[in-house]
């Protein structure tokens, strides 16, 4: 399971992350394209940091996370204050857990859609949004875009991260499968206890997939969707070889 060991160090090796602007950013395509929309669900809700943000601006918002370590980060820094937050997530699979067939919009980020590394699993996510969605509600999601992943490549990197009680270096090495569109990454974590001088040691594999165009708009056809617009994540320009990011807006038929 990918975010089990490491899920206690997520929020302090994304704490550069603009959660706040990206949260902006969503909230901006739902008052686009289904402005009425007042409930919300999200698959692949990490610790619930982009979930909760958009909560405190007014939508009632259910998160579905496979990750049950990372529920628990998020209940940990966020624990409930009442029975009547606009918050709440569940663990489960966001390619068949089911909560309810009313809601308005269904998004994922950060790259959930790519981690769905076959075909069939892509198509079981879409369904599994548009049977969840109300006659005309959008799905919203970004995913690596294969014509800039293999014109860049990945490459391999390290982050470097620390606060006053731990010091982070987490190793990406890449393994390339192009003619299927996938990646390995390898990710080697050590964590030093800095009190103590305590380094123990973390090793997982991601695997992602990165999609064309042409394959979103065949998966949307296939699944109930019409797709309304892609752009590269954040810009708002046209997706291109430029793009790492793209993201596709879908409306349930």
């Known amino acids: 399971m990918i975010f089990k060991d490491y899920a206690k160090y997520y929020n302090l090796l994304y704490q550069n992350k603009d959660y706040r602007k990206e949260t902006e950013y969503i909230s901006s395509l739902i008052k686009k394209f ?10 692949g809700s990490g610790s619930g940091i982009h979930g909760r943000m958009l ?16 529920i628990d980060l998020g209940y940990q820094n966020y624990p409930p204050q ?8 569940f663990q489960g699979d966001c390619t068949k857990t089911f909560i309810a067939n009313d809601f308005d919009a269904v998004i994922s980020l950060f790259h959930v859609f790519s981690y769905q590394t076959s075909e069939e699993l892509a198509i079981d996510m879409l369904k599994n949004a548009n049977r969840q969605l109300k006659q005309g509600g959008i799905f919203i999601f970004d995913y690596w875009f294969a014509p800039a992943v293999w014109k860049y490549r ?8 620390e606060n006053t009680n731990l010091k982070i270096t987490r190793i990406a090495e890449p393994i390339c499968f192009e003619e299927k569109n996938l990646v390995d990454v390898d990710y080697l974590t050590f964590v030093e206890e800095l009190p103590n001088g305590k380094i123990s040691k973390i090793q997982e594999t991601h695997k992602l997939k990165a999609f064309d165009l042409d394959e979103i708009i065949n998966f949307s056809n296939s699944t109930g969707f019409e797709i309304l617009h892609s752009e590269e994540w954040m810009s708002q320009l046209p997706p291109s070889q430029k793009t790492w990011g793209v993201c596709s807006i879908l409306r349930k038929r």
Do not use: C, T, W
């Open 34 to 43: 289904k402005p009425e929309s007042k409930k919300i669900l999200e698959f």
């Open 55 to 70: 909560a405190n601006i007014g939508y009632h918002l259910f998160g579905i996370e496979r990750s049950q370590e990372m």
């Open 82 to 89: 009442n029975k009547d937050e606009n918050f709440f997530f």
């Open 154 to 161: 990945p490459k391999l990197r390290v982050k470097k991260v």
